[in-house]
């Protein structure tokens, strides 16, 4: 049974920075590529930033500059700093992975005020 949990939400002012993580359970975590999105109030849920097994990371222009994905395979934990947040950002980000299907996790809240 694969399980997400992804952790370190809050509330924090425009210009601050924000940890967030996300351990993976019942699956094989270092072949696979990982991701976080977020999904803000009456909006689309959207992919914020992916990670492969080798490293290799994507992100949404909107965050470019601002976020770094990462992730420990050791501990299979994935990671997102969110650094010069902005009120926009403001969202509940979920964890992803697709092995056989996607599975999400809880969800995160990100509140960021100005």
């Known amino acids: 049974q694969v399980q997400l949990v992804e952790s370190g939400g809050g509330l924090v002012q425009a210009g601050g920075s924000l940890k967030l993580s996300c351990v993976a359970s019942g699956m094989i975590f270092r072949i696979s590529t990982m991701r976080w999105y977020r999904q803000a109030p009456g909006k689309q849920r959207e992919l914020v930033a992916s990670i492969t097994s080798a490293g290799s990371t994507n992100y949404v222009d909107s965050v470019k500059g601002r976020f770094t994905i990462s992730r420990d395979n050791v501990k299979n934990t994935m990671y997102l700093q969110m650094n010069s947040l902005k009120v926009e950002d403001t969202a509940v980000y979920y964890c992803?992975?697709?092995?056989?299907?996607?599975?999400w996790g809880q969800g995160t809240q990100v509140t960021v005020s100005s």
């Open positions: 992803n992975v697709w092995f056989g299907q996607h599975y």
